[in-house]
């Protein structure tokens, strides 16, 4: 027997048009990348999102095909993504901080027909455009007025381009399974991985992380979404916030200390997410600047683990609550979040941040379970770790063109390359990336455990351990520290400060002092590159 409910396909256009009828007058400020702060509000979003869907239309765009956008978070951004998933087309978010030669492997493999790009990124796309033959137009995302002179051939400016026709359009209707948007993987290893979104799965993954536990959006929130769009589906923030009511701020090109905290401020944000570095950075202006976050409910920390200092900066010193969570692009990209369960919430204090260091549960549509290399399942005792697989109707179930097949098994789980361990109420904490965990007599040491408490060290900026050819013990754990400004510990004073916080056979068997730790294009700590570095470094142990 078929249940007698309507058919109502999950699909992004459905989104704005809620925002637009049921918080019509809520805002969207951004700061502009031409300088200004920008005002909008849901309503004219939709109506310039249709303009746009039709203007696409206008110019032989349509179902299935690939549109990239180079750009930061912004209105216009915003009005892209709901015009390009309006008539069936696939935003595909390009990371601009990726090297030229990756973003056009990327494009390419992709076949963008249109790009939207930022002012920021003409000089880049100048570059790249020689390299990109499926690549019709580009879109520049501004008004002729500030058009600048440029070799990038058909390029017009947004405003006049979106002008050209009346708006008199509605949004097309496909199957919920169609695909809406496109991110691709870093690639760390192997070439680079798209992930395809569809209109259901976006519109799921929305629902899924609005609820209480995951980030509790509501139409009184002032969000501020810092993580790029082009950063992991943005965390979905493009389609929750609208979803949700919810006041978005976007903080466009500027995302250092004082832009960020500025813009927290004069627009009173209650709630705002990025990756640690960037809460690092505003952690810092404050303490020189004197600042304060009176109107900062809480912020959501994700993309690398959130080291305990920053979620004690901000709970203890400025009132902000900490939701850590851990996602990934193949996810949508939530995975868990940190919120507190009966069983935990009576916490204060140094136990409190412990289980805040773990990145938490997963909200419903997210399945989890760890497992060794058999695929058996391994208990949650809080300490047993192994693989971490996932599955859930916001998970990838391949990527496209098939690449990396071996990850996804006959039962639909997705193995997420992370080491995790699951504890007796459902916390999962990641302990490593499976391919940097280190190997060291037949057990594993995880290396961002020990980074985790070399940045506790008051004189330590940042550190990084990486696992090197050990003739006894296979491998053995090397910690590189960057020092603070102004501050000279030693390695025996970094060993002290380790050796009460862990048991002894994690103990690195050297401490190597460096300028800098390099980075990929979202943050992460770049191990391949330090493993390159350290390749004939032979520890003292050896
Ligand atoms: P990219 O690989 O392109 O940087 P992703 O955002 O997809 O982009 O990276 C996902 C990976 O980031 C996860 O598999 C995990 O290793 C890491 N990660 C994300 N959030 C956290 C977190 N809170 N703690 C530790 N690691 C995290």
Redesign the pocket.
Known sequence: MRGLMQDWPLLCSKIIDHAAREHPRREVVSRSVEGPIHRTNYKAVRERALKLAQRLEKDGFGVGDRIATMAWNTWRHLECWYGITGIGAVYHTLNPRLFPEQIAWIMNDAEDKLLFVDLTFLPLVEALQPKLPSLRKVVVLTDAANMPETKVANAVPYEEWLNEVDGDFAWKEFDETTAAGMCY??G?TGNPKGVVYSHRSNVLHSMLSQAPDAMGLASRDSMLPIVPLF??NGWGLALTAPMAGARLVMPGPKMDGASVHELINTEKVTCSAAVPTVWLMLLQHLQSSGGELPTLDRVVI?????PRKVTDAFQNRYGVKVV???????MS?LGTLCALKPEVADKTGEELLDVEEK?GFPPFGVEMKVTDDANVERPRDGKTFGRLKVRGPAVASAYFKNQGAEMFDEEGWFD???VAHIDENGYMQ?TD?AKDVIKSGGEWISS?ELENIAVGHPEVAEAAVIGLQHPKWDERPLLVCVKKEGCDPTKEDILAFLSDKIAKWWMPDDVVFVEAIPH?A?G?IQKTTLREDFRDYVLPTA
């Open positions: 993987t870093s760390t950063h992991a994700g993309g690398s683990a959130c850590h969570a851990w996602g990934m692009t193949e990209p990145q997420t390359g992370d990641i990336r961002i990929t979202t992460k």
